[in-house]
């Protein structure tokens, strides 16, 4: 199948083009290097080097026996965009060039309206250069499950049956998100679900858990085919910044009590789930939502995990509470479906402690890398508006 | 009571200032005449000619004895708005200042992402710039009706319980617009109740129905007092195109079978509303939604009561249906409730012939006008993204 691949530069992008070139697919990829460039933003840079994309290409040529072809260009840019589609014609679009930080989006004013631009126009420009160049296409759409916040109810995937006075309909699941970022995607989900609507457009939403994890077995050690990892406050998700917090001798920083309760998968499985998704696409007009995450785990208990693993390689991992500079609920009720991606045959790794192990193996000898920006790690963007470094909690 | 207005240029905008100017509110408006430049793209003027800022705001002295602080600029420009706010320092803000047409949202996709960029991204300035210079302000966003669409089930106002698989949440009633410019809304509704939840802001999001009318008493037939009335297919409201048809013996062209159900109030009461909202506004952290309309109708008994006011001035109306240019269903459930406006004491004019009898009486001697941008009635934005004039259909 012609996939076509936003943010190809990315974590998550990256890694897929390559499980997707192994499983047979014929692979395209736009991006514009805003990843980078918002990390540096943060003061950071990825553990793991990232080497620019004409060499990220030549390798891909060589380990995996195909091109990838790429588009360098933005995603707001309707003609960039239909020229793309025109010229590789996907029959699958996976969608994840779009900005992926709360922080990032809730540092000011200038940064919420990016972001959202960013995200909800682009995904606005794509849903009419498919209409105009590709309907018949899939967009699988990464959104977060996020969107959702932390309900005192069920979370069903996407759509439930309202009972409401007497009547029923069935509509879709209220989302109440917590960052403009995680905003940018519920406006996202309200948009794609209108274009199947009224265009016959087709899509998956992917109401993505927190991913973790440096590698797939089908990038082979090869460093150039390695995807990013991010450790600093904006772009590391909890796991990944605990793990190199960890390597540099620093104590790892739950926020607040510890106790918000989230969906995570390891990136190999969101690998597996994606490719799912792309291989078995909807029906024309049919606006699916997959929740995808393994299991939900409070990040205290995380937190732990990652200490004892730390402490199987020496490091004397300790656990350093930290002021919440979030607003979010600290001990609430989640439980949240996950359903369709498991009929679809997804089986989830369940093995978060090789799977560390892994990491660990990886980021220790980017140690240095990781030092050389340890003053990234420090949350000081704080979700009422001030900059202010979070200070440490008692446990 | 300072009350910022933005977009008060504008149909409403305009009219509001002089209403709230009348109850003794000292009044200031933003705008960058964007109305008017978007009327002019659809190749169409105001019925009702329209002066010069610079005059409408000395009528405004003279007539109303006191001065209207204009700010001329663009909502999504943050450094502006923050200039303005900080000047003027606002006790409520009325947040006029939107594209607000359906058929152009959706002409292309250049008009879906200014209409996108230009709604959402600046109430994204407004609620950041509020937070930074008027946190204890109250901002009275205008949504529409259209947020909801039509569902199978009665609508609440904005909020509602939530009982699912035995457990209950208050949660945002799911919305499901119709156009990109109805989805703008929805986006807003969700921004800013994030804002208020993490910001303590206040607001009241008001869910309108379709508004027509020429003017309210306090303007005393004054010319330059006079507010805007759009007749096109993108920017007159479904009364107004009919009245305006009338005037200048076209049929009157409701779409479709005809009988897609809305809510509709009169201009007076309207003004009546948003002064109310003003007037009362909610708690520190709350958003609050009313739905603010007066009656149901379907466009056929409305059309049919435009004719037979419009022929007690021989006009000799008739009525001759359209191939619907847009994917609504046009036949459905609509049960909204509408309760908050009538707490605080809202009295509903319920005359809705003689606001007919007087729109006919200002539009009679706008014939001209009208008849020299007659081509701009004729729809031909349809909502598969082609461009192809409406046929007629039997009745």
């Not at 990838?68 to 969608?95: N, S, T």
């Not at 309206?113 to 849903?127: D, E, K, R």
């Not at 402690?353 to 990491?359: A, F, G, M, N, T």
């Amino acid at each position: 199948m012609r996939v076509l691949i936003t943010g190809v530069d990315g974590y998550l992008g990256w890694t897929l083009s390559i499980h997707l070139a192994a499983r047979g697919h014929e692979v395209a990829g736009i991006d514009h290097y805003g990843r980078r460039a918002w990390v540096g933003e943060m003061g950071s840079q990825s553990a793991i080097p990232i080497a620019p994309m004409a060499e990220r290409l030549s390798a891909y040529r060589e380990r995996l026996d195909q091109n990838l072809r790429f588009f360098k260009g933005d995603l707001c840019d309707y003609d960039f965009v239909l020229d793309a589609y025109r010229a590789f014609r996907p029959e699958a679009i996976v969608y994840l060039g779009e900005m992926p930080s709360a922080p990032y989006s809730m540092r000011d004013v200038h940064t919420a309206i990016y972001t959202q631009s960013n995200n909800v126009l682009g995904t606005l420009v794509t849903l009419h250069a498919m209409r105009e160049a590709v309907p018949e296409c899939h967009l699988v759409k990464l959104g977060t499950m996020g969107e959702y916040g932390t309900p005192n109810v069920d979370i069903p995937e996407g759509w439930f049956e309202l009972e409401y006075r007497g009547r029923k309909e069935r509509m879709l699941f209220p989302r109440r998100a917590g960052s403009w970022y995680h905003q940018s995607k519920v406006h996202d989900s309200h948009n794609v679900e209108m274009a199947c609507r009224l265009w016959n457009l087709r899509s998956t939403d992917i109401m993505q858990g927190v991913v973790y994890g440096t590698k797939i077995d089908e990038q082979e050690g090869h460093p150039l085919l390695a995807t990013r990892f991010d450790f600093d406050q904006a772009f590391g998700t909890a796991i990944n910044r605990f793990c190199a917090q960890a390597v540099i001798g620093m104590p790892l920083t739950p926020y607040g009590k510890g106790h918000q309760k989230r969906g995570f998968l390891p990136l190999r499985d969101s690998m597996q789930c994606l490719a799912l998704a792309v291989e078995n696409p909807p029906e024309a007009g049919d606006y699916r939502v997959f929740n995808q995450f393994e299991d939900v785990y409070d990040v205290m208990q995380l937190a732990e995990r990652v200490q004892r693993i730390g402490n199987e390689f020496e490091l004397g991992v300790k656990i350093q509470p930290m002021e919440n500079p979030r607003s979010e609920a600290e001990q609430h009720y989640y439980n949240p479906d996950r359903e369709h991606l498991l009929e679809l045959g997804y089986r989830p790794t369940r093995d978060m402690d090789s799977e560390l192990r892994s990491v660990f193996a990886d980021l220790i000898p980017q140690r240095r890398r990781i030092e050389e920006r340890r003053e990234a790690q420090f949350p000081d963007i704080r979700w009422d508006g001030t900059r202010r470094r979070s200070r440490s909690l008692n446990r």
